[in-house]
Nanobody
Framework: QVQLVESGGGLVQAGGSLRLSCAASGRTFSSYDMGWFRQAPGKERDFVAS???????YYADSVKGRFTISRDNAKNTVYLQMNSLKPEDTAVYYC?????????????????WGQGTQVIVSS
C-alpha cells in the first residue's frame, strides 16, 4: 500500500514557475514507478511525466523542455518542476504510483493516486 499526498499547487502568472511535490508513505517507495497526470475541467486525465524506479524519465510533448520530474528516494518524494507555465497548463495535478508502469502514459497503469493539487496559470 502506498499513500500519496501532493502539495505545491497555486496561482501563478504565465511564464512563472511552480514545483509540485508528492510525498509517499511506506518504506518501498523506491520500488515504484511514479507519474504525474493532470485534469482540466471537462477533460480527461492526461499524462504529464513519469519516472521509473531506475530514474528513466518520460514527458508529454506539451511539457517537454519546460517540466522536469525527479525523485528523492531518501525522502519518499517525487517532484515536478514546472517552468515557463502557460494558461493551458491550468489543471488539477495528480501524483500516481505503480509497481511497474509498462504503459506509463495510461492512467489505468497506476494503482495508487493522490488527491490532487490545483494549478492555475493566469494570462
Amino acid at each position: 500500500q502506498v499513500q500519496l499526498v501532493e502539495s505545491g499547487g497555486g496561482l501563478v502568472q504565465a511564464g512563472g514557475s511552480l514545483r509540485l511535490s508528492c510525498a509517499a508513505s511506506g518504506r518501498t517507495f523506491s520500488s515504484y514507478d511514479m507519474g504525474w497526470f493532470r485534469q482540466a475541467p471537462g477533460k480527461e486525465r492526461d499524462f504529464v511525466a513519469s519516472i521509473s524506479r531506475g530514474g528513466n524519465t518520460y514527458y508529454a510533448d506539451s511539457v517537454k523542455g519546460r517540466f522536469t520530474i525527479s525523485r528523492d528516494n531518501a525522502k519518499n518524494t517525487v517532484y515536478l518542476q514546472m517552468n515557463s507555465l502557460k494558461p493551458e497548463d491550468t489543471a488539477v495535478y495528480y501524483c500516481a504510483a505503480a509497481r511497474y508502469a509498462a504503459r506509463y502514459k495510461e492512467p489505468g497503469t497506476y494503482g495508487y493516486w493522490g488527491q490532487g493539487t490545483q494549478v492555475i496559470v493566469s494570462s
